[in-house]
């Protein structure tokens, strides 16, 4: 491509810079972790976040950890109402106080089994009590999407077959994302079957049947159904709803209806024989049929107010195939008739040099069949369209047997309008970003043709 562009490339240059990226790479990712700063003794932290959304609290450790860009801390409490990130599922966020300060929680992992808080900055007293609070709001919408997920997982099931499984999600307070096999693309009205299934659980409001310690051999007797990537120990938490029982450790609503809504906003292909649904619940599906709405009432603001918008729709795009027919004639006869210019001014000139104000490019079909009939003569051509200028170089066979190259003319002509090109032999074109240096470029080639 560099080439064709009379362009070098400096591949010595391009491997330096790319193995200083790799570097800087590395060095943005690297993490600094100091060591825990225990305060409160070493204990076993307790999750109640199935039950509560605060709690009191006591940071049993904490330490700070160091990136390129940023610096914070992690801590760990006694017990703690903060869903750690796992599962698919995003990490809570909130706050920790008492009566004399507050600190933010922006987000909240899950390592070797350790939920661990992400702060910005440390209590100034760690070792003080405090409440810990979780952002309600964004665990209520993560929920919502956490157990549409569920309702998918069967819905797909039932639409589709039972060979469908799930591979991997991710969910958080705004959307969801469902992984899972199947060997074709879902067809629209799949797609509404689905999200009619999925809605008519959520209508139901089926309530939430939660066995947190079950015995997994009782599991599976009850048809719960293990996640993709999942490893499972003695016993297992079980979240049903109605038909739908799954192994899952996240927090769920505690019935559909909480849901209010469901809607696929996306399926696409991921892999051979995997598929991702993208959706969204609650007020994300009022936002998204807020947004199609106005778009609507736009095109029909457009269109005048018409009663039925698509058969509108419909006339203008007849409208605008009739029109470009018309244009293609007209572009066509306008190319005889440059092209009847172009056969009258070669008969005078064995080398035909002209500049047009006519597109050079539409001028193709028509002049290889004018070179056909003309093994002796060459023609360069020049035009300006849309502010950039174009070279065309079309040589006879007799000057190609010649030893005559006119993709390595416009190739060097072209520099002339900061530009380039190729082709074949016989015919080759170039573009540029110089208009000004077009005339030039038409004398380079021609200068080219005619020597020796």
Known sequence: MASEKGWTVDMQGFQKGLDEQKQRSRNAAAVDTDDW??????????????????????????????????????LVFDQTPFYGESGGQAGDKGLIFNDN?????????????????????????????????????????????????????KALRQVLGTHVEQKGSSVDDSRLRFDFSHFA??????????????????????????????????????????????KYGEFVRVVKYGDSVEFCGGTHVSATGNIGSFRIVNETAIAAGMRRIEAVTGRYVEEQLDNLQCQFDSIKEM??????????????????????????????????EV???????????????????????????????????????????????????????????????????ASNIVRTAGKEMQGGGGGQPFFATAGGKNPDGLDKALEVAKQLIVEN
Request: hydrophobic share 40%; charged share 30%; glycine share 4%.
């Open 37 to 74: 700063v225990v305060v409160n003794g070493e204990q076993e932290e307790k999750f109640i976040g199935y039950d509560a959304l605060s709690a009191e609290i006591q940071i049993v450790k904490y330490r700070k950890v160091k990136t390129k860009d940023k610096e914070f801390f992690q």
């Open 101 to 153: 300060e507050k600190v933010a929680i922006f987000d909240t992992k899950k390592e070797n089994n350790l939920i661990i808080h992400l702060a910005k900055e440390l209590p100034h007293d760690v070792s003080a009590s405090f409440t810990a609070q979780v952002d309600a709001a964004k665990r209520r919408n993560t929920e919502n999407n956490h157990t549409a997920t569920h309702l998918l997982h």
């Open 185 to 230: 693309k879902l067809t629209p009205e799949e797609i509404k079957q689905v999200e009619r299934l999925v809605n008519e659980d959520i209508r139901k409001n089926i309530v939430l049947e939660e066995h947190r310690s079950m015995p997994i051999a009782e599991a599976q007797k009850l048809g719960a159904m293990a996640l993709f990537g999942e």
């Open 303 to 336: 269109l005048k107010g018409p009663k039925d918008v698509l058969a509108a729709i419909q006339k203008l795009m007849d409208e605008n195939a009739e029109l470009r027919s018309q244009i293609a004639d007209f572009q066509k006869e306008k190319a005889n």
């Open 339 to 405: 092209c009847k210019d172009i056969a009258a001014n070669l008969e005078q000139s064995n080398v035909l040099v002209m500049k047009l104000d006519y597109d050079i490019n539409q001028l193709r079909d028509n002049i290889l069949a004018l070179r056909a009939n003309h093994p002796d003569k060459a023609i360069v051509l020049g035009s300006v369209a849309g502010g950039k200028p174009a070279l065309m170089v079309v040589l006879g066979q007799n000057l190609v047997d010649a030893g005559k190259n």
